[in-house]
């Protein structure tokens, strides 16, 4: 079930279109599977929920054609776990530590656990965000982002917000943002 549910609003998010919107090449997810399973973040991981919505998200990537990071919790100072060959195709920068679900977060060790050759960035600017259970993922995002109603608000107990980037409108009233005349 929640496989389903999180494959769903990711899908839903990643497909939206709206003018000025960045083409998703790399999403980031946020999760506490304390707050999806009812509880408070950070004390009821739950790693079996964090597997759920790793998978989801990494299977809609593989079809869709995105890439994924994952946001660990803060006693790993809310870094990423992503593909080795994704952090250096974008000059990310590669730090040392294992996810694990008291130090990390079930959805960052499941990740980990999921992915070929994962590695741990400090931070990423990615085109689209989905946080669950209010894990904070905006300090992940490219500007602008732009907050993104989905058609459910929740994934299981916890609180779902989502973001897509554009680049920033710059000018003034005379500015036109499309080339029409």
Do not use: W
């Not at 597997?51 to 890439?67: K, P, Y």
């Not at 499941?110 to 600017?125: C, F, G, N, Q």
């Amino acid at each position: 079930m929640i496989y389903d549910d999180a494959r769903g609003l990711i899908r839903e998010l990643v497909a939206l279109e709206r003018p000025f919107f960045n083409p998703v090449k790399l999403l980031v997810v946020g999760c506490s599977s304390s707050e999806i399973a009812g509880g408070v973040i950070g004390h009821a991981s739950t790693y079996e929920l964090g597997e759920q919505v790793a998978r989801a998200a990494l299977d809609l990537g593989r079809e869709m054609g995105f890439a994924c990071a994952f946001q660990c919790c803060e006693h790993l100072n809310r870094s990423l776990v992503i593909e080795r060959a994704e952090a250096e195709e974008r000059c990310l920068r590669i730090v040392c530590a294992v996810p694990r679900p008291k130090a990390g977060g079930s959805l960052a060790t499941a990740a980990y656990k999921a992915m070929e050759d994962p590695v741990l960035v400090e931070t990423i600017a990615a085109d689209a965000g989905l946080d669950i259970g209010q894990t904070l993922v905006g300090m992940h995002l490219k500007r602008v982002a732009v907050p993104v109603r989905l058609s459910a608000k929740t994934l299981g107990a916890a609180v779902v917000t989502a973001a897509r980037t554009r680049p920033p409108l710059i000018g003034g009233e005379r500015a036109r943002y499309t080339p029409e005349d």
